[in-house]
């Protein structure tokens, strides 16, 4: 007979603008009243999760739940995946509360409600996660769920962060408006697995998605599939400020793809010759690293979805 598994439910209490913590506490006694075990641990740092998931890890246990957004999401899978247990493959939960959860999406438009009831019924399935290798600073190995965006969407975050981040959602509005008035190419050298020759062409940004969904409601990746062991690599080429402001809306539909500027490609790793760190928006985090390697870790985690 199966033990019953005792989650850890890591919190971010100030995700959402502190929506997280408000909610949290009634969110998880109601999974304690449908049967489930919940231990809670409350982050106050930045990579708090991280190192807490990789502690929990290495003392045994298997069943997390990221509580908050997919920044939260991101220290766990980086904490189990840190120093993976040989035969033990985690299982991973989601309680988006107060802000979104892009990976989700993937699975239904509900929401925490969704998430809720997956984990009281005990759904969970195998799910791919991409592995990052990085040289120069201390970056090092990163892991990841959903998306990995370098060039201008990633342009567009820094800036946001750098001089509008207290402005919220609008804080993104004028760092687009900004990224867009300087729109230029850029030049990232990479080689897909499985393809010839090396890629130098001038482009507008580069996604490498696991899952379909980012920023909530666009779909990046209308064809990726969160177990099939490829990345779903959406190669964005060469645009002018109108043809990019009239292309950008329809990533809400996924027919961004059909732009003759939009190459879709899908393989199990893709290498990089950067030279220098770039601006990289990686599931909702904004950081700066030189990539060189991103591949496919098939089945790596269970997620409970």
């Known amino acids: 007979m199966t033990s019953q598994p005792r989650f850890l439910a890591v919190v971010n209490p100030a995700a959402g603008g502190g929506a997280c913590g408000r909610h949290a506490v009634a969110t998880i006694d109601r999974l304690r009243q449908s049967g489930l075990e919940v231990d809670v641990f409350e982050t106050r740092a930045a990579g708090d999760a991280r190192v807490r998931a990789r502690e929990e890890l290495a003392a045994g246990r298997r069943d997390f739940i990221a509580v908050g957004g997919d920044g939260t999401s991101f220290e766990i899978v980086n904490g189990l995946l840190d120093q993976p247990i040989p035969g033990a493959r985690p299982s991973l939960g989601f309680l988006p509360l107060g802000t979104g959860n892009s990976f989700l999406r993937d699975f239904s438009d509900q929401g925490a409600e969704y998430a809720i009831e997956a984990l009281i019924q005990g759904k969970r399935r195998p799910c791919d996660v991409i592995r990052v290798s990085t040289t120069g600073g201390s970056t090092g190995t990163l892991h990841y769920i959903n998306i990995f965006s370098i060039g201008f969407v990633a342009d567009v975050g820094a800036t946001r962060n750098r001089h509008f981040s207290g402005l919220g ?85 996924g027919t961004h793809v059909h732009h003759p500027a939009v190459s879709c490609f899908q393989a199990p790793a893709v290498d990089f010759r950067l030279g220098d760190a770039v601006d990289v928006m990686i599931d909702g985090e904004m950081m700066k690293f030189n990539p060189t390697r991103l591949e496919v870790v098939p089945g790596a985690i269970d997620v409970r979805t």
């Open 169 to 253: 959602e609008f804080g993104y509005t004028l760092g687009t408006v900004l990224r867009v008035a300087g729109l230029h190419s850029y030049v990232f050298p990479m080689t897909i697995a499985g393809r010839s020759g090396e890629d130098r062409e001038p482009l507008t940004f580069l996604s490498v998605n696991n899952s379909r969904f980012t920023g909530g409601k666009m779909m990046m990746a209308p064809d990726a599939n969160t177990r099939d062991g490829l990345l779903d690599i959406i190669r964005v080429g060469r645009m002018g400020r109108i043809a990019l402001l009239r292309t950008f809306p329809k990533i809400f539909k």
